[in-house]
């Protein structure tokens, strides 16, 4: 294939990708209340009762449900089109390889959303208890569902590292040994990451997240050296 038919075929999987998307943005429309209230319950109950300053605030807080869970439920189909795309580049041996990364890959997603959502009271009780005293909290439903959704596919997609280090490893630019080499940082570029990308400041969070990727990044290490062997 030219350069064009390279581009226009990745256009075509982008279609697909984004269609799907949209079609289960509408599914994920509809239950949209239910999940609002599961997400709400989170929440200290003295703050479930969420307000809205603008005649759309509402809706707007439904829509980003609807559009999380169509992320979340066309991921299968996202996963799938990127396998498509990279099949013809593949021997058949590796195209034997890319169903176990792409159900491991989805499993991770799922993992990363529920880490997100474990998370969420304590990143919220840090967050409302460190003003307390000076402002009282008022929550807007749009901004809490906003950062509760952000969160969840943060760590949902940061959970999908180890298959970035198989696939560097699968192609020659890391190596078991190097990777071994470097553990020390790679355990301190962990936690800085998990401090980062928790944005409550809390101690359980960091915690939670850090523990997870570093057993996700020792998996990978001796994924990585079977796949060597």
Do not use: C
């Not at 581009?7 to 943005?25: F, G, S």
């Not at 066309?74 to 396998?83: D, G, V, Y």
């Not at 915690?207 to 062997?229: D, K, P, T």
């Amino acid at each position: 294939m030219s350069l064009i038919e390279h581009l226009e075929e990745l256009r075509r999987r982008l279609i697909i990708i984004v269609a799907t998307i949209l079609v289960a943005a509408v599914g994920g429309f509809l239950v949209s209340r239910q999940v609002l209230v599961i997400l709400r319950d989170q929440l200290p109950e003295a703050y479930r009762q969420l307000v809205f300053l603008s005649p759309a605030d509402a809706l707007s807080a439904h829509l980003k449900i609807a559009g999380f869970l169509g992320i979340g439920i066309a991921m299968p189909m996202i996963l799938f089109q990127l396998w498509r795309f990279v099949a013809p580049g593949l021997t058949t041996r590796e195209r034997r390889f890319i169903w176990p990364v792409i159900l491991v890959a989805m499993a991770l997603f799922l993992l990363g959303l529920l880490i997100g959502y474990l998370v969420i009271p304590y990143t919220l009780r840090f967050l409302l208890d460190f003003s307390e005293g000076l402002a009282t909290p008022n929550l807007t439903i749009e901004g809490y569902i906003g950062f509760v959704t952000t969160m969840m596919l943060a760590f949902g997609l940061v959970l999908e590292f180890p298959i970035v280090l198989i696939g560097l490893a699968r192609v020659g630019v890391l190596s078991h040994r190097r990777l071994a080499a470097k553990r020390r940082w790679a355990i301190l570029a962990i936690v800085l990451f998990a401090i980062v990308l928790t944005p409550g400041g809390d101690p359980i969070s960091p915690l939670i997240l850090s523990g997870v990727m570093f057993l996700l990044f020792e998996g990978s290490l001796l994924v990585i050296r079977m796949i060597r062997r």
